[in-house]
Each structure stands twice: as C-alpha cells, then as structure tokens.
C-alpha cells in the first residue's frame, strides 16, 4: 500500500506511475476523490467537537453562576447527533479509500526501464555459455518421461491436469535441490531456515498484495478463511505482522521450502506440457526486512544470491530488468533470472527478485526502531526464489542430457544423490 502523504503531496508522481505500467488514471483520481471526502468529514467533525467543548465550558460557567444553560444543552444535543452522523460517514469513506488504496500498485523505483511489456525488459548481465549438442536435444517432459521419473498421466488421474507424480530417481533429485539450495543459502548466504505453514489467513494474503487484486489465482478452502499459498512469500513475510522490529536485527534473512499452489487463471493453452506452469510445485524462497536506506543494496546481493545456485549448478543464465509495464503489482524493482532452455533455444524464468520498499509493510504494519527513542518506521521487505524447484530440475534433464536418452548428474548434487554419475531409465 502506498503511503497517502506521498499521494497527497505528490499526486503527479502516482499519475506518472500508472500510467508508466500502462494502467488507467483513473485510479488514482479516485483515491484522491475519495481521499478528500474522508478528510472533509473529519475536519467537520473536528470542528464540531471543538465547539462542542466549548459549549460544555460554557454549561459549566452558568451551572456555577446558577444562570440557566437549556439554549446550550440544545445546541450540544445537535452537535452530537451530527458528530455522530459525522464519525459513520468518515467511518464508510474511510473503508473507501483503504478500497482504492489496496489495488493502487505500487511507485516503480526511478531506475526501472518504461516500457510496455517483456519485450522491453533490460539485459543486465550474462552467465555461462549454452551448450552445443552434437544431436537435436529433446524437452525436459520427454527426458524425464523416458526416463520413467517424470509421470504426467498418474498426477492427472489423482489430480487432474497440470500435475505431476515424481518417481524414484525424479523424486530424489527434486528432494537433492531443495536440500542444495537450503545448504547453501544457509551456509554461505547467512539466512535463516524456517518452515512456515502452507496454510494462511485472509489477513496475511492481503498483507503481502495477493489479496484482494488475485483472488482469482488463489486457492482457498471452502468453510475457512485460509489460502493455499502461491509462494512462500506470503507465509514468511507475514511472520512479522504487525510487529515492531528492533533496528539492530536488520536485515531479517530467512529462507524456505514450501509447496507453492496456482490455479493459473487465464493462463490455459501456455506452457500446459512440462513443469515450467504446475498448480502445485515445490520452491525455495528468500525473504528480507531491511532498513529503507540499504534495500537495493540488499536487492542487489539477493539475486546474485540466486544466482549462485545456478553458477554451482553450471546452468547458463541471465539477469534482468523488468521494465515498468511488466513489473509486479506490488514490486517497486525486479530482476527476473532467466535459464537456458536447450529444447526451446531461450532462455526461461526461474527466478525474481523484487524490492517492495515499505509497500507490503504498510499493508502488513511491520515497522522498525532504530533505537528505543526512535519512532516507529516501515521496514522494506524484498523476496526472490532461490530457486524454483521443478523449472530448476527441467533446466538440468535438459542442460545435462546425453543422446542416449540418460542426463548427468551436476557436481555439486552428486553428494546428495549417493554420488551418482547420470541418470538412467527406472
């Protein structure tokens, strides 16, 4: 949520910003609109209660002088059936700008490139080179079905379509990256595990923005106010809902492993082969309160600490810039981390890396002392995937592939997978 002193005093800024993500104005007027309603009621009512406590003083006078107050005790009877009035009208306004306010996006970093859509996002830098294969190199669902560890047909017949049952071997390798990328985000990168609930609130969807703007992404169960959640974004953010941080913890650096759930709305006939766009999927996910002033020195080092993962892994890769017209609602400055894809020829997200500035906190109300005679600030709060699992492990089947249908196992998971060379048929 933006911060409605900016929008006040800087309405300009917020016309610019909608319009840069290719987004309608008229958003924007309506928050002012209703914005400068609620602050009419209450200076009205304002106004009111003054002259209502001089009224009162005035009572007082008369009781004391013994002089008779009924003219004013009428004019306090009206006074306060209008403030009344007053306090349920700027109660209903008030619900109207917070209305307007949760589906403003947020104020695009100065930074960000404008443009349109992906074909305008920056390259920033580049990783490895991709590999030239001596024969046509085949999908990563055609390796793995081959290979009897990927089986689309039974995660259909349990779930339907758009899952998968991962077996024996396909099952081990999912099971080796997450503990991989956990090892090293907890042992080089300095963040803490946690295993947050799958589960969550109403109240932590709308802390984080999924809600109310993507309710038609979400899960939700039937006779609960709970939400399968899209990311471990939600879940981990929202640790620290409406608290007050104590300024020397920050940076705050968790990571966790969750299963992630999207329903994809409007997404059908895209990426419906594979594991690039499941409706249930494993993650590993980043997450940072930081104070305002170091937050892109701290976007910074979470995407190189995404990035890390695949230099281990050997996986060609490279960064960018999202441009404003495909930046995320909530995301004020992202970097996308794009693998490459063999069978495709391009290269395919695997990662963002986003910096929210404090506009997750407001809505969450998580804030920071810099010291105990400080007052209260927002935190910033940025996340990255570190990496997704299933794109993670399409991108080794078919980065690794050999011509006879069998994939080498990377160095760096060789450990994990009781030193196995390649994988070969079940």
């Given amino acids: 949520m933006l911060d409605p002193k900016l ?27 209703a914005d400068e309603e609620w602050r009419k009621i209450q200076s009205e009512a304002e106004d009111l209660r ?57 104020i695009p970093h100065v930074s960000v490139p404008v443009g349109i859509d992906s074909r305008d996002n920056l390259e920033v830098r580049k990783w490895g080179e991709p590999k030239q294969f001596g024969f046509k190199p085949k999908t990563h669902d055609e390796i793995g079905v081959a290979l009897g560890i990927l089986n689309f047909e039974q995660g259909a017949k349990v779930s339907g379509a758009r899952f998968v049952n991962l ?43 999924q809600l109310p703007k993507f309710e038609e992404e979400l899960y939700k169960c039937k006779d609960d106010d709970l939400y399968l959640i899209p990311t471990a974004e939600v879940c981990v953010t929202n640790l ?29 006939g895209k990426d419906v082969k594979g594991l690039i766009r499941l409706h249930q999927f494993n993650k590993v996910e980043m997450v940072k309160f930081t104070e305002p002033e170091n937050s892109y020195q701290e976007l910074e080092a979470l995407t190189n600490n995404a990035e890390a993962i695949l230099k281990k892994l050997g996986l060609p890769y490279r960064v960018v810039a999202l441009c404003t017209g ?82 080498r196992v990377p160095d760096v998971l060789k450990p994990y997978l009781d030193n196995l060379d390649k994988i070969t048929a079940n």
């Fill in 326 to 407: 495909d930046l995320g609602f909530g995301s004020a400055k992202t970097y996308d981390i794009e693998v490459w894809f063999p069978s495709e020829g391009r290269y395919r997200e695997i990662s963002s890396c986003s910096n929210f500035e404090s506009f997750q906190a407001r809505r969450a109300e998580i804030r920071f002392k810099k010291d105990a005679s400080s007052k209260p600030e927002f935190v910033h709060t940025l996340n990255g995937s570190g990496l997704a699992i299933g794109r993670t492990f399409a991108a080794i089947l078919e980065n690794y592939q050999n011509e006879d249908g069998t994939v």
């Fill in 7 to 33: 929008v006040r005093n800087n309405y300009k800024a917020l016309e610019e910003a909608l319009k840069a993500r290719g987004m309608d104005v008229t958003l924007a007027k309506a928050f002012v609109a």
């Fill in 167 to 209: 077996v024996g071997m396909g099952a081990k390798l999912e099971r080796a990256l997450i503990n991989f990328m956990l090892d090293v985000h907890t042992k080089e990168h300095g963040y803490t595990e946690v295993m947050p609930p799958a589960l969550v609130s109403g109240a932590s969807m709308t802390g984080t923005g």
């Fill in 240 to 268: 620290h809902r409406e608290e007050i941080l104590p300024g020397d913890m920050l940076p705050i650096k968790y990571v966790a492993y969750t299963p992630c759930f999207r329903r994809e709305a409007g997404s059908y």
């Fill in 50 to 106: 003054s002259k209502q406590n001089k009224l009162s003083e005035e009572v007082a006078v008369r009781k004391r002088e013994k002089q008779n107050a009924d003219d004013l005790f009428a004019q306090l009877k009206q006074i306060s059936a209008r403030v009344k009035e007053l306090q349920e009208k700027a109660k209903e306004a008030e619900e109207k700008v917070k209305s307007v306010a949760m589906v403003l996006p947020n």
